[in-house]
């Protein structure tokens, strides 16, 4: 991949077949901020566990909410960031791992089957709530503890969990349809209009700024995100918006109208018709049910 306006990697040790993980003696602590950053993607696996908080991950530009406790595993080259959406931020332990250096001197034979080793031939979920999958989140957090501690032969019990985890993960794996390399090739050519969507969308943007950015005309930016997403560029930016708010809707402090212009919609009308638009209720009638199986989680 060739996004030249993306970070590569986060500030880290060099990793090699005696330190496979990073980081390693220390648990990694981070809290995602409220403030817009631009994408990234790394060369090595990245595991994290949620243990509070709400906020926002845009993966491959899928915009994917989550709440309290669940896992994340975002492969190498997957383009991708965390965001807080509120003044509380979430509390995230993160871990880096190259798999090939991890494995190195196993056989090949019990590696094979892993469909994470080609993980972009396939659909999967980047993010699973502790509520779906316990054994997930358990694994990453297991990991991360023995990376933290470095007990005698950690390695080679991270090795195993590590592998575990991916034959876990590799159960949700889909086939994805059609070719990976065009697949490839239009995430790199979007890669600029992800970008500044991600760190510009609740501002007044509009189709002409995204073509400015993106040095593409108007028309082909419509027509490959439509390839790619199925759905036009200020569609996009309306999801990325709408999950936003609903998120914030779970808070009780800040009123709808507060939440509209938060999110960018200026029109209060436009905001509530977006809004049942993209979930088949009003914000008001979101809130109450959020509200209200939240109450019968805690009873």
Request: with cysteine; net charge negative.
């Amino acid at each position: 991949m060739h996004f030249k306006s993306y970070i590569e990697v986060f500030d880290t040790t060099p990793l090699s077949s005696a330190h496979p993980v990073s980081p390693h003696g220390v648990l990694f602590t981070y809290y995602p901020s409220e403030e817009p950053e631009n994408l990234h993607y790394h060369n090595f696996l990245e595991l994290g566990y949620c243990e509070k908080g709400t906020g926002v991950f845009i993966i491959d530009g899928k915009i994917i909410p989550f709440r309290g406790k669940c896992a994340s595993i975002i492969y190498d080259g997957q383009v991708h960031i965390a965001k807080s959406v509120n003044s509380e931020k979430s509390l995230w332990r993160f871990l880096y791992v190259d798999v090939t250096k991890l494995f190195t001197g196993v056989d090949a034979n019990e590696l094979k089957t892993l469909k994470a080793l080609e993980h972009d031939k396939y659909d999967f979920p980047n993010i699973i709530p502790y509520e779906e999958d316990d054994g997930i989140y358990a694994l990453c957090k297991e990991i991360m503890a023995e990376a933290a501690l470095e007990q005698a032969d950690h390695l080679a019990e991270i090795r195993s969990l590590v592998l575990s985890l991916l034959i876990k993960h590799g159960r949700y794996f889909k086939k994805k349809e059609g070719s990976v390399r065009e697949r490839a090739s239009l995430m790199d050519e979007i890669g600029d209009f992800l970008n500044y969507v991600n760190i510009h969308y609740v501002e007044n943007i509009t189709i002409d700024d995204m073509v400015e950015k993106t040095h593409m005309s108007k028309a082909t930016l419509q027509r490959k995100m439509i390839s790619f997403f199925g759905i036009s560029p200020m569609q996009y930016v309306h999801h990325l918006r709408l999950k936003h708010a609903a998120l914030l809707l779970l808070g009780k402090k800040k009123t709808i109208a507060e939440i509209a212009t938060e999110v960018g919609y200026n029109n209060l009308s436009s905001f509530n018709r977006m809004f049942f638009k993209e979930f088949g209720m009003s914000p008001t009638e979101w809130r109450k049910s959020e509200a209200n199986q939240k109450d019968q989680a805690e009873s």
